[in-house]
């Protein structure tokens, strides 16, 4: 019943929408809004926003198709220590204080197929991620995995230049995996069978982070089990809270802490 300034009405007289009505209304709330325009989606398509302003503005720079060189590469680009530079730019690497690399290095790419295969899966990936747990967390796990897939990436690889999105996509299919393992299918089922030929491939192909990708794995899982409260809670419902927060900045600092440690021993 439903009330009303006369007493009490039933569903079918109240003017209210019931049943598949009802939820089919309140969907459309959560994907349109007031403008009518389509947000579903919207963080992951900022982010590859982002990634091809970031290769676009290294192209006017006159760094060429690949990317691989002018001061945004060198500044941005992930080193552990102090690394030498073609046109004689010594970057000093993680290892000396160059803390903006763990991230940064994320919003870099090797040329244009590095790049659009990386973007095509963040929006394959990312758009259904992100609808489930909501802007927020979707870009605290993305940024997160970023800075898990760079620790990675020198735990394995510490004097490589490494640039690539992947770590934080990476992220991305870990939080599935544990959404997916804790009932909520939000690829389908299907995380677990991406990881494992997506990781394949890294074994495969040449000039491939593996550090990154496994780094940014861990990340992302971690991330996913705290903000669920390790399988206690729901990973996308409610407030993150003191706790979930707390262990999101943990596993942040850690991977900070791991890339430090690795770049410094290895300087």
């Not at 290294?58 to 680009?77: C, H, P, R, T, V």
């Amino acid at each position: 019943m439903t009330p009303a300034p006369v007493g009490q009405r039933c569903p079918e007289h109240s003017g209210k929408p019931q049943g598949v009505a009802r939820m089919t209304r309140g969907v459309g709330r959560t994907r349109i809004g007031r403008t009518g325009l389509q947000t579903t989606g919207l963080v992951t398509r900022i982010l590859i926003g982002i990634n091809v302003l970031v290769y676009l503005a290294e192209l006017a720079q006159g760094a060429g198709i690949n990317a691989n060189s002018g001061s945004i590469f060198e500044k941005g680009a992930l080193v552990g220590g102090p690394t030498l530079f073609p046109d004689g730019y010594i970057a000093h690497g993680v290892a000396h204080g160059e803390w903006w690399r763990l991230i940064t290095a994320a919003f870099l790419h090797y040329g244009p197929i590095h790049l659009g295969f990386n973007m095509f899966f963040l929006y394959w990936i990312g758009t259904p991620v992100e609808q489930y747990l909501g802007r927020g967390r979707f870009l605290l796990v993305y940024l997160v995995s970023g800075l898990a897939g760079s620790a990675g990436a020198l735990v394995l690889s510490p004097h490589a230049v490494t640039v690539g999105a992947s770590g934080a996509i990476f992220g991305i299919l870990g939080a599935a995996l544990v959404l997916e393992r804790q009932g909520s299918y939000v690829l389908g089922g299907s995380a677990m069978g991406l990881i494992i030929i997506n990781l394949a491939l890294g074994f495969v192909l040449a000039n491939v982070s593996i550090g990154g990708h496994i780094g940014g794995l861990i990340g992302g899982a971690a991330c996913m089990l705290v903000l669920s409260r390790f399988g206690r809670g729901h990973g996308a419902y409610g407030r993150i809270g003191a706790s979930g927060v707390a262990g999101v900045v943990a596993v942040a600092v850690l991977s900070v802490v791991i890339a430090y440690w690795r770049a410094k021993g290895s300087a």
